[in-house]
């Protein structure tokens, strides 16, 4: 069941054209991400998506019902963080959750932001102002009030920006387990492709307003021929270097070490090539086309 469908959405600004004629769907339950490189035209998407832009044409549905027509009853449902957003930095955190709950139908609102404030570990700043947090503990308490109305949508734009890995790794296994438990589907946007592909079950791919491409993370990365042979090499860096060069092969040296890029099926040939002059390597690791591959040669083509 799809709670959103895209449909022939456009935003223009003047002449330029930020987003062209989008469409595009989200399951009730999927985690989806929406990547592209900056100016690609996310941000805008979200603006549509939230209501806040309204499109010059195409439309939105949540849950059946048409965001313009239905926006009051359709973002009791939604919400959205940004690591972008600035929230009133003379309010204490306290302040800032209990005054944007108030935004939502919620049944016992001091409790419910007691407990999102322990779930994103922000008791001992509860009484600060939101002027004296770090970067990272901005982050989580704009997580934390995307969360107090009990989402079944929720849109994330660098959800993990500025954190502390541990503590990235905690908002992640905590994002998927909300999805296990509630079966809330969100949309994120991400610069950090490893962190999509540990939880985005599929991509959108955006470049210059336009969707590129539509499928899971692992079916993106399978389209990139290229693998990543890393080598210490023993003896024969400069043989090694040479030998690449006049096979025309791109490589990048690290110290001992050579990372060369190469399709899969040729690399037994280009090990073999080594061997026959003389190259001794002491390590060797093959690392097999990412999400980040794909995102590097669409935006390289472009």
Same mark, same amino acid.
């Given at each position: 069941m799809d709670v959103l469908q895209v449909t022939g959405l456009t935003k223009k600004f003047g002449s330029?054209?930020?987003?062209?004629?989008?469409?595009?769907?989200l399951k009730e339950g999927e985690i989806l991400g929406l990547?592209?490189?900056?100016?690609?035209?996310?941000?805008?998407?979200?603006?549509? =998506? #939230?209501?806040?832009?309204?499109?010059?044409?195409? +439309? /939105?549905?949540?849950?059946?019902?048409?965001?313009?027509?239905?926006?009051?009853?359709?973002?009791?449902k939604v919400n959205f963080s940004s690591t972008y957003t600035n929230l009133p930095w003379d309010l204490t955190v306290s302040e800032?959750?209990?005054?944007?709950s108030y935004l939502y139908s919620i049944q016992?609102?001091?409790?419910?932001?007691?407990?999102?404030?322990?779930?994103?570990?922000?008791?001992?700043?509860?009484?600060?102002?939101?002027?004296?947090?770090?970067?990272?503990?901005?982050?989580?308490?704009?997580?934390?009030?995307?969360?107090?109305?009990?989402?079944k949508v929720l849109l994330l734009d660098e959800p993990t920006a500025s954190l502390d890995p541990d503590v990235a790794k905690y908002i992640?296994?905590? =994002? #998927?387990?909300?999805?296990?438990?509630?079966?809330? +589907? /969100?949309?994120?946007?991400s610069h950090n492709m490893a962190e999509v592909e540990d939880v985005c079950d599929r991509v959108v791919f955006i470049e210059g307003g336009k969707i590129v491409a539509d499928d899971t993370p692992d079916q993106l990365a399978k389209t990139i021929k290229i693998s990543h042979v890393e080598l210490m090499v023993k003896d024969g860096?400069?043989?090694t270097i040479?030998?690449?060069?006049?096979?025309?092969?791109?490589?990048?040296?690290?110290?001992?070490?050579?990372?060369?890029?190469?399709?899969?099926?040729?690399?037994?040939?280009?090990?073999?090539?080594?061997?026959?002059?003389?190259?001794?390597y002491?390590?060797?690791?093959?690392?097999?086309?990412?999400l980040e591959d794909y995102f590097l040669q669409v935006t390289h083509k472009s």
């Amino acid at each position: 069941m799809d709670v959103l469908q895209v449909t022939g959405l456009t935003k223009k600004f003047g002449s330029f054209t930020a987003v062209d004629t989008i469409s595009f769907s989200l399951k009730e339950g999927e985690i989806l991400g929406l990547l592209g490189r900056n100016g690609a035209g996310k941000t805008t998407t979200i603006q549509m =998506l #939230l209501g806040v832009l309204t499109p010059n044409s195409g +439309s /939105i549905h949540y849950f059946g019902k048409d965001l313009q027509k239905h926006r009051e009853t359709v973002l009791e449902k939604v919400n959205f963080s940004s690591t972008y957003t600035n929230l009133p930095w003379d309010l204490t955190v306290s302040e800032n959750l209990t005054y944007i709950s108030y935004l939502y139908s919620i049944q016992n609102r001091k409790e419910r932001v007691g407990k999102i404030a322990h779930i994103f570990r922000l008791e001992d700043v509860l009484n600060k102002q939101v002027r004296d947090l770090s970067a990272g503990q901005i982050t989580r308490v704009n997580l934390a009030k995307a969360l107090l109305n009990y989402p079944k949508v929720l849109l994330l734009d660098e959800p993990t920006a500025s954190l502390d890995p541990d503590v990235a790794k905690y908002i992640r296994e905590f =994002l #998927l387990d909300q999805r296990k438990q509630f079966n809330v +589907s /969100i949309i994120l946007t991400s610069h950090n492709m490893a962190e999509v592909e540990d939880v985005c079950d599929r991509v959108v791919f955006i470049e210059g307003g336009k969707i590129v491409a539509d499928d899971t993370p692992d079916q993106l990365a399978k389209t990139i021929k290229i693998s990543h042979v890393e080598l210490m090499v023993k003896d024969g860096l400069k043989r090694t270097i040479e030998y690449c060069s006049s096979k025309e092969i791109s490589y990048r040296v690290k110290g001992r070490f050579i990372v060369v890029d190469i399709e899969e099926q040729i690399i037994p040939d280009f090990l073999r090539g080594l061997m026959d002059i003389g190259v001794y390597y002491d390590e060797i690791a093959i690392e097999k086309p990412t999400l980040e591959d794909y995102f590097l040669q669409v935006t390289h083509k472009s």
